[in-house]
């Protein structure tokens, strides 16, 4: 099931006596390495937003989302199809064919299915499955208002990436993650819950937005050397520099900055893939001037 | 694309000038009077669960479903499938089928969604597309972690019931949900959140579980008749008395109480079926003894 064979990661780790598969975080470090970037391409691809041509095919966005990842796949650290877009349109299919032909064309790039997940335990065990059995990816969003037991069945699966909820990047995120509660604000409180309650396998991360510069840092303070995924560059106006200068680990990675809307779109017409190359090397370009 | 249609109202609600839309709030007035029951018997349907003579069917969940509801319609205020388990055994279809059956056969009784969705803007948006315009449910649950502009998509929805988890009935819950800030609960904030800022359209709903029937208490003093959905009934241990004497509203009513697994699962053999509706009947009547 998990595509981290171990053949295809570099030969410092293949040595690693009795590896077969790695787990989420380890798969991160390998591309941030190998590909020297942190970016990570959003795949929220909407078939009233691909080109036209794709729109009679059978599955439009699998195909839309082959020709974005076949551009890109030297220049990231992991994709992340965001599940809204394709359960809005009845294209579970093309979810399944995404993950699956990133997986089987570039082994050891990690897919993150965005899918903000959470509920009571039984039923975070179907999501487990849904996010896991299903659709086969690598890590998976999760909130986490319901507390630690709704979290523990995805906790469980300790190759998988766990990545929690922690200071969002859109405007309302200030109006529960920012409530205090003994001098800590919620999203403080769950930084630390996360490193020093929830993490017994090694496989936890955090969503924090590019949009708040000042609460990564908190953030990045509070979690050590913990991985973090961070929308809100691009479209949604989080500056990169603020971003990488306040949410770099020690080593200059520690970041999974993901842009969508900036990379898949950049281009409009038959140069939509090229487009996305470029916008996704600038990117990775300008990320690494801060690291 | 709604089927609460007015000819299948009560007289008193036909009679309301120029009505031919109902929102879901009326809806389940509606039902908890005509029916003269709170229950909520939720769809929680699983493949490796259900007598095995469904299991080779094309649609083994909805032909499950199908049963359940025929034989509890008369019981019941809503029914409430959780995404879930449609998602983790690819049953989109199923879960189509059951809440178009739902609202053809017995039009006037609601449906929630129960997905506990939350997302930034544009991606709420998409989970909007993907509730109420595939899925026609009538209702969803969501998360309020993302705050005010995550909720909005859904809040704008007027004719459809929004759901938000406020205090929920695992034991965890207290993790996140119990912390105080300015001597208010996290839910207690929510609460008063959703009936002061949340609720211009008069869509909103609490989620409370059952299995707290003190912090019950008090989020009705704080959102007055707000109606909230109740899970914890059943499996999950909530004491049916005390949920409905701390959760009723003034006159008696408030509550969507759900009870799933303690229902659909009520039988095992041929007389599931029967067994589901008696298991209803009971936890109707036990729950009206207290109203």
Redesign the interface.
Known sequence: MDEFLYQNLPLSLQSMKGLKKMNFIKAVESTWQKNNSLVCVGL?S?VAKIPLRFQDLENPLFEFNKAIVDATTDLVCAYKP?I??Y????A?QDLILTIDYIHRNYPGIPVILDA??????A??E??V??VF??YKADAVTV?????????QPFLNQKDKGVII?CR??????????D????RQK?YQ??AF?AVHEWNDNGNVLLVVGATFPGELKEIRTIVGDMPLLV?GIGA?GGDVEKAVVNGKSRNGTGMIINSSRGIIYAGQGDDFARAAREATMSLRDQINQFR
Chains 1, 2 share one sequence.
């Open positions: 929220d909407d965001q809204a877009y359960s809005a349109s009845s579970e903000k997940r959470g509920d009571i335990g039923t975070s179907k999501y499955q849904e059995d299903r909130n986490p208002y319901l507390g630690f037991d709704a979290l909820l969002t990047s859109n405007p309302g995120a200030r109006d529960i993650q409530l205090e509660s003994n919620l409180i769950v819950k929308p949604q």
